[in-house]
């Protein structure tokens, strides 16, 4: 508790401060907000901060992204800052994907195997994970992940979708806001398929109702009943 109220505090301080130098404005053909480069620094280090971290969030911490950041040379940071508010500079890729997979005991709990057996009575579970990055210059400013969790029997059919999900892992843009992401899951292709897909919008400003929508992220990811699975990511206008 003590951790989140400083977190808000620090956050708080940080708008108030902020705000005399912002400018947020919309037309036709872009959406600009005045930040500077010194402002992006103190901002990831008021979230180095308060952050947690785990070994496998280390490499994408806001630690990691301050450190990368202060040794931008310094001609690159007016064009780093530029793009920062531009998706359509930015450098999309698709980031790091996998999945477990295993049986059912018979006491109905779960044990990890590390290949598929060739059994289509067998019911099965898989879990299937993808990540979405984006970077500036080489720094990562934003990472977005789905995760869709189902059982099977192989070579057979899915018989339930246990979970699909879509979140913000981490998001070093100041002043931006993602959406919570509106999410659907379903059994399709006959029966062979888990099939899950989201969107969430993306926008710019100090505040919920004083930001503007930007562009809006799309994706879907499935996977099958042979060891087939398949992603995507979009955003659009």
């Known amino acids: ?7 808000f505090m620090l956050v708080l301080m940080m708008v108030f401060f902020a705000l005399p130098a912002l400018s947020v404005y919309a037309s036709s053909e872009q959406n600009d907000i005045e930040f500077s480069f010194d402002e992006f620094i103190e901002f990831l280090r008021i979230e180095a901060s308060i952050e947690t971290l785990d070994e496998s969030s280390a490499e994408f911490s806001a630690m990691n992204t301050l450190n990368l950041a202060l040794n931008l040379p310094v001609e690159m940071r007016d064009e780093f800052i ?7 500079s930015w450098d999309l890729t698709f980031g790091e994907s996998g999945f477990t997979s295993g049986v ?7 044990q990890e195997i590390s290949s598929c057996v060739n059994r289509s ?6 879990e299937f994970w993808s990540n ?3 970077s500036i210059l080489g720094i990562s400013v934003l990472r977005l992940r789905q995760e869709l969790n189902y059982d099977y029997y192989p070579g057979n059919k899915v018989t339930k979708i246990n979970k699909y999900t879509a979140f913000v892992q981490h998001n ?3 002043f931006s806001i ?4 509106v999410v659907t899951s379903y059994i399709q292709n006959n029966g062979t398929r888990a099939y ?27 996977g099958g009943v042979n060891g087939s699975n398949d992603y995507s990511w979009k955003w659009w206008q």
Request: proline share 8%.
């Open 82 to 88: 530029k793009r920062l508010y531009n998706p359509e």
């Open 178 to 181: 993602i959406g919570t992401p």
């Open 1 to 7: 508790m003590i951790k989140k109220s400083l977190s």
């Open 132 to 134: 979405y990055d984006v």
């Open 196 to 222: 899950g897909e989201f969107h969430a919008s993306y926008k710019v400003g100090p505040f919920q109702g004083l930001s503007i929508q930007v562009t809006t992220w799309r994706g879907y990811l499935w």
């Open 121 to 126: 009575n067998q019911l099965m579970w898989r």
């Open 172 to 174: 070093w843009v100041p």
């Open 104 to 110: 059912y005991l018979p006491n109905g709990s779960r």
